[in-house]
């Protein structure tokens, strides 16, 4: 479950996942820096990839937002829209900033 | 770029359930959470982050379910699925595609192909784990059944059908390797004359006794014993030549005659013996089919008798030529 509270976005996550979210989370700042990287080659076969592991990920950590942004960015790779791409990782880098985690 | 994954072989042993998942997918980050959940649930779980690791992994540990991703490099989770429904060995293994191909032809498609479930990506932990325990009910079940009809009800070891089974999977392995395969038909001795004498009640102990003790006899885990007619039993010993068969045949006839189970009336001896008879052979080059093995070892048994009983006699066909 998300919410947004004063500039914060509230994530509650089960807390059996608590060792597990770090590292997810570090993850997905590595990702920011390889979808900067392959816009800049114009690869999007690995921001396809990206964003279909980010979909198929999100959730089930109790980020519904990245699956949501992994799913526009891998159609927006299919359709080699870099706009759409810029704009979601944009989103992804800005909710990682803002997130604050509620274990419970 | 950190979700696909090199190949990395991961193994959790702290299973409380001793039941084994393998989870088949190139994004670390889904093994992670899934080895958290499975654990977290009594499950052995191993990960395997391709499909040609997740199909070795599948051969070697024979897991009881496999959690299979569709989208992976080089081999995709649909020729996975393929591959191990195509063996003999791991066909039964039960596969849930878990995925973040959302179609309904792609959930199609992995059913067609022999999958269980399909599971859609994001997935929910408690719903992941229903519906494993689901499929892992399910496989009990079907194994118990599976079981069920290959005993046989008055001696509790394998039955015909088993056996028939058995025989054509090894006659097809052994052609492949090209490795002997040796086949025991044995009789007890007059054994219409026992249950004349004795009543059948007494005569179905007798067939109970022989074949517990003939199974006891067997250490091997590959030897199928079974209940092939009557009083007649079969033994399929892979992977064992001519020598081999006629050591383990003795055992047998010693085994039974050190049963010592009384037969005063018994033309031979005063207690039950068996006859026995064995063939070898390499299946495809000195044999041709597997009921041509089956009449050989059945006319060696023939011999046995008519020679006088309570003695082994065969043939090896693996030296010969065709």
């Known amino acids: 479950m998300e919410e947004e509270r004063s500039g914060k976005i509230i994530v509650h996550v089960d807390h059996d996942l608590a060792d597990l979210i770090p590292g997810y989370l570090a993850n997905r700042k590595k990702d920011i820096a390889a979808i900067k990287e392959a816009l800049d080659k114009k690869d999007m076969a690995t921001i396809r990839i990206i964003g279909h592991s980010m979909k198929g990920s999100g959730g089930g950590y109790g980020f519904e937002s990245i699956t949501d942004i992994g799913r526009i960015m891998e159609k927006a790779a299919k359709e080699n829209n870099s706009e759409d791409i810029y704009l979601q990782m944009t989103r992804l880098d800005d909710y990682l900033h803002r997130l604050d985690i509620v274990y419970e | ?322």
């Open chain 2, 1 to 322: 770029m950190t979700g696909p994954l090199k190949e990395e072989k991961k193994v959790s042993v702290n299973s409380s359930s001793g039941t084994t998942i393998l989870c088949i997918d190139d994004d670390h980050d889904i093994l992670t959470l899934l080895e958290k959940i499975l654990i977290g649930a009594g499950y052995a779980v191993i990960t395997a982050s391709n499909g040609k690791q997740g199909l070795r992994e599948t051969l070697t540990r024979k897991p009881d379910l496999i959690l299979l991703d569709i989208v992976m490099p080089d081999m995709d989770g649909y020729e996975v699925c393929k591959k191990i429904k195509d063996k003999e060995e791991t066909k039964n293994i039960p596969i849930i595609f878990i995925t973040a191909k959302k179609e309904d032809e792609d959930e199609a498609k992995g059913l067609k192909i022999g999958a269980v479930d399909y599971i859609r990506k994001p997935f929910y932990p408690p719903i992941i784990k229903s519906r494993i325990r689901t499929q892992l009910d399910l496989k009990l079940k079907t194994d118990m059944l599976e079981r069920l009809v290959s005993i046989d009800g008055l001696t509790n070891i394998y039955n015909r059908r088993k056996f028939d089974e058995t025989l054509k999977l090894e006659w097809k392995r052994a052609m492949r390797n090209n490795s002997p395969l040796s086949l025991i038909m044995s009789d007890i001795d007059h054994f219409k004359g026992y249950n004349d004498h004795y009543g059948h009640t007494t005569g179905d102990d007798c067939l109970r006794r022989v074949s517990q003790e003939m199974k006891n006899l067997l250490q091997r885990p590959a030897d199928l014993l079974a209940r092939y007619g009557g009083e007649e039993f079969a033994v399929i010993l892979p992977e064992t030549d001519y020598n081999g068969a006629i050591y383990i045949s003795t055992i047998l006839l010693n085994g039974i005659e050190d049963l010592n189970i009384s037969y005063p009336h018994s033309p031979i001896a005063g207690h039950v013996t068996i006859s026995i008879g064995v063939v070898t052979s390499i299946p495809g080059k000195n044999c041709d089919t597997p009921l041509q093995l089956i009449e050989i070892a059945d006319s060696m048994l023939y011999v046995a008798k008519q020679n006088g009983r309570n003695q082994i006699q065969g043939k090896d066909l693996s030296f010969t030529g065709k």
